[in-house]
């Protein structure tokens, strides 16, 4: 394939290195994380089928919309918006996803150096014979120390610029497909010994059997539709967040197709494919903590602190948690090496400049900027703002609670509004090729009730840190 630089636009090799890619890129820390500890505080299966609803009427949509600008352009966001409307008006788009990415990686190489950490921790036994507090303080001495962060931040950006480094179809796709498949093996592994463990029935049941009544838990009844609402807004919070739309992640692989399979299809098989990792996902967790007594709904300290003591307790539980974090770590890498790749796509559209030279100064700046995350655990612990956290929580707010549904809300206003690209054009793109086409009768609920869910989601992802200033004041 032609390099993108030259004139031409590489391509994938196959049908299945897009599918793969795409939904390597969806499937990371947000569903098998924080999917599994969120379903744990939301009351399990109802908390899931809701997800499942927002998934369909708001995930879905979107996904196909970024597909669509760019198998239409065949440009990354850099170049696509100014392309399909040559106005000029939507061209500043292009540096909000190029820095949403940017950002994203900031903290993402650091958590996902955690994992691989965690492989390398489990592998040699460092939990081996401890306690939850003893793995707590493993996990607390592993932040402390900055060597160590930045030491395995360091190996995720080389490992991932070293993929992107040998293109797209013998890099990105090869590598990227290897992983997914490793990944998927492992996954059915895990959930085969966390479904018989015994006592697993009362995971299963919990995370299977819904029960709406589980989501009014612990309320009283003057709080019951305050907690249900919070609830509703998890559970669209985290089908709009697990796919990793807005900040043109997805647009980039669809510039990489060609037309001879529509959209919407394509689009639906990623979304199943994340979603049967996330769920899968919940089949490790919820079985193999229940089976040892241990609370499902911890949030983020389930996996790098609960979870190790759960393997600990296993009849070959070193085994086992190995494999779980080289799992977490194969979807985390996927992730990392997706959006490296959209970073250079990026600036080889924007500046037509080779790959080689565009990895270099990529990999240089995704170092210097992710350096501030993995510092932000030890020596600049007392860098906070209040109401949101530490520079990872800052970095991480920016982006999922900021550029994530704000980009969304512009390919879909892109998509939908004459002033854009417009539904027409939009259509036409979405249903080329053979296979399901995108249902133009819901063109009013594109146009008008997706933005207001987005709308929705941004503002109800600022109410509770405003009540906290407001309470500061």
């Keep these: 394939m032609a390099d993108a630089s030259s004139g031409g636009r590489e391509q994938f090799a196959s049908r299945l290195g897009f599918i793969l890619i795409s939904a390597g890129c969806a499937i990371g820390l947000g569903n098998i994380w924080r999917f599994p500890y969120i379903t744990g505080e939301y009351g399990g299966a109802a908390f899931v089928i809701m997800y499942l ?53 900031m903290f993402y190489t650091t958590v996902c150096g955690w994992f691989l950490n965690y492989v390398v921790k489990m592998a040699t036994g460092a939990f081996n014979g401890l306690d939850p507090d003893g793995v707590a303080a493993v996990f607390g001495t592993m932040l402390a120390d900055p060597s160590e962060l930045v030491a395995w931040m360091l190996f995720t950006i080389i490992l991932g610029f070293l993929v992107c480094s040998l293109g797209l179809q013998k890099g990105v796709e090869r590598i990227t497909k290897f992983m997914m498949v490793c990944l998927l ?10 479904v018989t463990l015994p006592g697993a029935e009362a995971g299963l049941e919990f995370y299977l059997l819904p029960d709406f009544g589980a989501l009014f838990a612990g309320a009283t009844p003057a709080e019951q539709w305050g907690h249900f609402g919070e609830a ?16 043109a992640a997805m647009e980039i692989f669809g510039s990489y197709i060609g037309k001879d399979r529509s959209l919407t299809g394509e689009a639906l098989r990623v979304c199943g494919l994340d979603t049967f990792v996330a769920l899968m996902a919940g089949l490790i967790i919820f079985p193999a ?27 070959l539980g070193q085994l086992w948690g190995s494999l779980f974090f080289l799992f977490m770590s194969f979807a ?39 350096l501030p995350c993995a510092l932000g655990y030890n020596v600049w612990a007392d860098v906070q703002l209040p109401g949101i956290g530490d520079i990872q929580s800052i970095e991480d707010f920016i982006v ?12 879909v206003l892109f998509c939908t509004r004459k002033s ?23 063109y009013p609920w594109v146009k008008w009730g997706i933005p207001a869910l987005i709308i929705i989601i941004l503002v109800m992802g600022y109410i509770p840190k405003i009540a906290f200033w407001m309470g500061m004041a």
Excluded: H
């Design 53 to 105: 609803v927002f998934l369909v009427i708001l995930g879905l949509p979107v996904m196909v919309m970024e597909f669509s600008v760019g198998r239409a352009s065949q440009k990354s966001a850099a170049k696509a918006f100014g392309i399909l409307q040559p106005s000029g008006k939507w061209n500043w788009f292009g540096w909000v996803a190029f820095i949403g990415c940017l950002m994203l990686m």
């Design 185 to 194: 093996i492992l996954l059915c592994v895990l959930v085969v010994r966390a």
């Design 232 to 247: 509703v807004y998890a559970a669209m919070g985290q089908a709009f967040f697990t796919l990793s739309l807005g900040i």
């Design 289 to 315: 903590c229940m089976s040892f007594g241990v609370d499902a709904g911890q949030g983020p300290a389930l996996v790098f602190v609960t979870l190790p003591s759960v393997f600990e307790q296993m009849p």
């Design 332 to 370: 985390a890498l996927s992730t990392v090496i997706a959006v490296f790749e959209n970073l250079i796509a990026w600036s080889m559209d924007k500046w037509e400049l080779p790959r080689r030279k565009v990895v270099a100064r990529t990999a240089a700046l995704v170092t210097v900027l992710s």
């Design 400 to 411: 999922s609670n900021n550029l994530l549904p704000l980009g969304s809300l512009i390919f």
């Design 420 to 442: 854009g690209w417009g539904w027409e054009n939009f259509l036409k793109e979405a249903d080329a090729g053979d296979g399901m086409k995108f249902p133009a009768a819901v």
